[in-house]
């Protein structure tokens, strides 16, 4: 079965760095477009950035410029660096497939950001 599970998140101030991983399995991980997610208590779930299989790369304009997804194929692993971080970037902070117009159906627990001063 599909397996998620996202690591990295903590607790920084404002302007500080953090370095989340998506380890996975149980699906051809090389064949398939990566992203990011992250959602806030309350509010609807949102695509903070993806990668396809061929590398490349889109964000959202909340976090273009500061945030990295990148993806190393030989260790099925994705990750998400995140640069001078703001207050509204705290969230829980989801990988997963880059599904194209359906729900997705399957989620890991996520890793917890905070940014707080």
């Known amino acids: 079965q599909v397996q998620l599970v996202e690591s990295g998140g903590g607790a920084v101030q404002p302007g500080g760095s953090l370095r989340l991983s998506c380890a996975t399995s149980g699906f051809t991980f090389s064949s398939t477009a990566m992203a990011w997610y992250r959602q806030v208590p309350g509010k609807q779930r949102e695509l903070v950035a993806a990668i396809t299989t061929g590398g490349d790369t889109n964000y959202s304009d909340s976090v273009k410029g500061r945030f990295t997804i990148a993806r190393d194929n030989a260790k099925n692993t994705m990750y998400l660096q995140m640069n001078s971080l703001k207050p509204e970037d705290t969230a829980v902070y989801y990988c997963?497939?880059?599904?194209?117009?359906?729900?997705?159906?399957?989620w890991g627990q996520g890793t917890q950001v905070t940014v707080s001063s």
């Open positions: 997963n497939e880059r599904w194209y117009g359906v729900p997705i159906v399957y």
